[in-house]
C-alpha cells in the first residue's frame, strides 16, 4: 500500500466534507455509523463523539489491533496484547463496551442492511485491518474514510480524505498504566494530508456545532468541562 496524499471523491478538502454532511443528512441518524481507531488522539476521539452526538448518532465503534496475550513481569512491567497507542483513552471517552474492538452496533447494522452510510476514522497501519474493514463495509451506500493509506478500502469509499501520521499532529494518548502522553508535530504534512482532528472539527463547523478550529490542548480543556 501507498501513503494517501490527495483526497479521493473530490476536488479538495473542503468539498469532501460538504459530501460526508450532506450524506449524514440524507440517511438520517439511524442510518448513519461512526467509526474510529484507538490510533487517534484522546482529542480526536471526544471530537467524533461529540459530532455523532450532534447528528444524535448512536452507532459509534471503535476498532484496535491487538496480537498475543498480555504480559506482566514481577518489576510491575506489562506488554499489552493491544499494539495501538490509545486504547484506554477510547475506554475513557467511549467506555469498555461492546463497541470496542468488534464494532459491535455499526457491524451488526452493516450486516443486516440497517446501516447506509458509515464515515470512518482509521490510521492503524496494518493491512489486514484494511482488508477486514474493506470486508466489513463494502456494501454501505455511502463509505467515507480518513485514512495514511491508499487501500481497497480507500478504493471502495466514496470520499477518503488523507490523515496525518502520529509525527505529523498534536494530540494526546493515554499510556497502558495510565497517564498521559503529549505528541508533538515532528513533520509538516504533504500534499491534502490533515490531521483528522481539523477535519473532524470541520465537519462540527458544518453542523453548526461550532464557528472556528480549536487547538488539541484548548480541545483537551473542553473534554475535561
Avoid: C
Avoid at 449524514?24 to 484507538?38: D, E, F, L, Q, W
Amino acid at each position: 500500500d501507498r501513503r494517501l496524499t490527495k483526497v479521493k471523491g473530490a476536488a479538495a478538502s473542503e468539498e469532501a466534507v460538504r459530501a460526508i454532511h450532506t450524506a449524514i443528512g440524507k440517511y438520517g441518524p439511524g442510518r448513519v455509523a461512526m467509526v474510529i481507531s484507538t490510533w487517534q488522539t484522546l482529542e480526536e476521539m471526544y471530537l467524533l463523539r461529540k459530532l455523532a452526538e450532534r447528528h444524535r448518532i448512536g452507532a459509534v465503534g471503535v476498532i484496535t489491533l491487538e496480537r498475543g496475550e498480555r504480559k506482566a513481569f514481577k518489576s510491575g512491567f506489562a506488554i499489552a496484547a493491544d499494539k495501538t497507542p490509545n486504547r484506554r483513552g477510547a475506554e475513557l471517552i467511549f467506555g469498555n463496551g461492546p463497541t470496542l474492538g468488534d464494532m459491535g452496533k455499526v457491524a451488526e447494522g452493516v450486516r443486516k442492511g440497517e446501516i447506509k452510510a458509515v464515515i470512518l476514522v482509521n490510521g492503524i497501519p496494518d493491512e489486514k485491518v484494511r482488508e477486514n474493514l474493506a470486508t466489513a463495509l463494502e456494501k454501505v451506500e455511502f463509505l467515507a474514510v480518513v485514512d495514511i493509506m491508499q487501500s481497497r478500502l480507500t478504493d471502495l469509499a466514496r470520499v477518503a480524505l488523507p490523515g496525518a501520521a502520529w509525527v505529523e499532529k498534536d494530540g494526546t494518548f493515554i499510556k497502558e498504566m495510565g497517564g498521559r502522553q503529549k505528541i508533538r508535530r515532528a513533520y509538516m504534512p504533504e500534499g491534502d494530508v490533515a490531521p483528522e482532528g481539523d477535519i473532524l472539527q470541520s465537519l462540527l463547523i458544518a453542523a453548526g456545532e461550532r464557528l472556528t478550529q480549536l487547538q488539541p490542548k484548548r480541545i483537551v480543556t473542553a473534554q475535561g468541562s
